[in-house]
């Protein structure tokens, strides 16, 4: 079955480090999404991206940065992580088609910056 | 722009009573709505969608949603609740191309016996 999956799934690091978090689908969707959420602020539009080489800034992309080099992966980097940067992670996907489509998200990354 | 209200960050009902949960929705152009659950420690999964088609839209596990224009609203409703509906629930809206999803801050649905 198609999938999408986030590692690591818990991640401890200390302020100023740089952290990758992976994210990876075997749906073969174009339109992949990242969000952070908080408490009282529901989830929020960190990056995304709909296709190969292509990437765009969200609501609160500020810190963070994508890539996109094959359809499967989208890993966000936190350049230096900052204790605000605490939150839980999650990846989305959906397909390239005509607005209304759902996404699919994977089961986050609960990220500690101490 | 396109925004999400949901009324009520925590709501309580008993076994077997209704629930009805809140969203209403600001978009310039007709929106695409949405609500997610979300149980503890997982992502999040798709109950329901609404996509211009029937105002009144059934979803898994007994909940339905009603579109309603005038009223700029897509309330959530279960006729009868049950222990295992306790999670997180998220309404969003989407305006077409890219799928970008907006989120309300969520309604945290408790289930007593």
């Known amino acids: 079955d198609a999938e999408i999956t986030q590692s690591p799934r818990h991640k401890i690091t200390e302020t100023g480090r740089q952290v990758t978090l992976a994210c990876h689908q075997t749906?073969?969707?174009?339109?992949m999404f990242w969000y952070r959420q908080d408490l009282g602020h529901g989830l929020r539009l960190i990056h995304y991206s709909y296709g190969v080489q292509d990437t765009n800034k969200g609501e609160v992309s500020d810190g963070y940065s994508v890539s996109r080099s094959n359809t499967e992966d989208l890993p966000l980097t936190l350049e230096s992580a900052a204790s605000s940067q605490t939150s839980v992670y999650f990846c989305a996907s959906s397909p390239a088609l005509a607005g209304g489509n759902e996404q699919y998200f994977g089961p986050g990354t609960r990220l500690t910056v101490t | 722009a396109q925004s999400v209200t949901q009324l009520g960050s925590h709501v309580s009902v008993s076994e077997g009573a209704l629930v009805l949960l809140r969203c209403n929705y600001s978009?310039?152009?007709?929106?695409?709505l949405f609500w997610y659950v979300q149980y503890p420690n997982q992502g999040l999964q798709l109950l329901l969608k609404?996509?211009?088609?029937?105002?009144l839209v059934k979803g898994i596990n007994g909940f339905e949603a009603e579109f309603k224009k005038s009223e700029t609203s897509f309330h959530l409703t279960k006729p009868s609740a049950h222990m295992s509906d306790a999670a997180e629930y998220f309404c969003?809206?989407?305006?077409?191309?890219?799928?970008?999803?907006?989120f309300g801050t969520g309604t945290q649905l408790k289930v007593e016996l």
């Open positions: 749906w073969n969707h174009n339109n």
């Open positions: 969003a809206v989407s305006t077409g191309g890219g799928n970008k999803l907006t």
């Open positions: 609404y996509t211009s088609a029937a105002t």
């Open positions: 978009s310039s152009v007709p929106p695409y």
